[in-house]
């Protein structure tokens, strides 16, 4: 089982680039999140979907847009990149049911010059 | 708010010795606690503990929650080199969703 896959592992812009970072799920998972993880200070929620055509803000949305076209696909994208979104980024998913783990991807380190 | 913070932020240790990380939590409409531990890449799912005083268990890592004090501890008994990880706290909480709301982490590091 491939699980959560992101693309790309690794990726570098410049300030005002856009890019979009892909994950996909093969689990049939209807929630999915993405995150981003700086250092000191854990895993923040930027975006959530609970099923396809869903989508919600999490704690740190500004600068980010996401859409779920179908379940298997949460695309993040940055619309005007900028240094302060240089960080590892991680999406997530789970299957329904209230106790469920999220499964990580091996998340995108991205760098912002 | 919900908030969650670990502490120690991180520890340095030596091969055998027993460890105790914490996390403590203020969270709206509780639903679970969780404890994954991260290495060079994806955070890997260690427990969820969604009932006081039940202590999950595997190998030489166990974890209890205490709801009345809001707050849990994940305990790894003779530590090995292979231990050395991060170790994430995360609080399930508000709506049927169920946001994970994360800790800073705590950084171990097993010597040997």
């Known amino acids: 089982n491939a699980g959560v896959t992101q693309t790309p592992k690794f990726q570098v812009l410049k300030t005002g680039q856009s890019m979009t970072l892909q994950c996909a799920q093969d689990?049939?998972?209807?929630?999915m999140s993405w995150y981003r993880q700086d250092p000191g200070m854990g895993l923040r929620l930027i975006h959530y979907?609970?099923?396809?055509?869903?989508?919600d803000q999490g704690e740190v949305p500004n600068g980010y847009n996401v859409s779920r076209s179908t379940t298997e696909d949460f695309p993040l994208r940055l619309l005007s990149a900028a240094p302060s979104q240089t960080s590892v980024y991680f999406c997530?998913?789970?299957?329904?049911?209230?106790?469920?783990?999220?499964?990580f991807g091996d998340g995108t380190r991205l760098s912002i010059l | 708010e919900d908030k969650v913070v670990q502490s120690p932020l991180s520890l340095v240790v030596h091969e055998g010795d027993t460890v105790t990380l914490n996390c403590s939590y203020e969270?709206?409409?509780?639903?679970?606690l969780l404890w994954y531990k991260q290495e060079k890449k994806a955070p890997t799912f260690l427990f969820m503990l969604?009932?006081?005083?039940i202590e999950k268990k595997s190998g030489r890592l166990s974890s209890i929650l205490d709801k009345k004090e809001l707050f849990s501890i994940l305990n790894i008994t003779a530590t090995q080199t292979g231990d050395s990880a991060i170790y994430l706290c995360?609080?399930?909480?508000?709506?049927?969703?169920?946001?994970?709301?994360f800790g800073q982490g705590t950084i171990l590091t097993v010597h040997p």
């Open positions: 997530a998913s789970r299957g329904g049911g209230g106790n469920q783990p999220q499964h």
């Open positions: 689990m049939n998972h209807e929630y």
């Open positions: 979907s609970v099923g396809a055509g869903i989508t």
């Open positions: 969270v709206t409409n509780f639903r679970s």
């Open positions: 969604t009932s006081s005083g």
């Open positions: 995360a609080v399930k909480g508000g709506t049927s969703y169920g946001k994970l709301t």
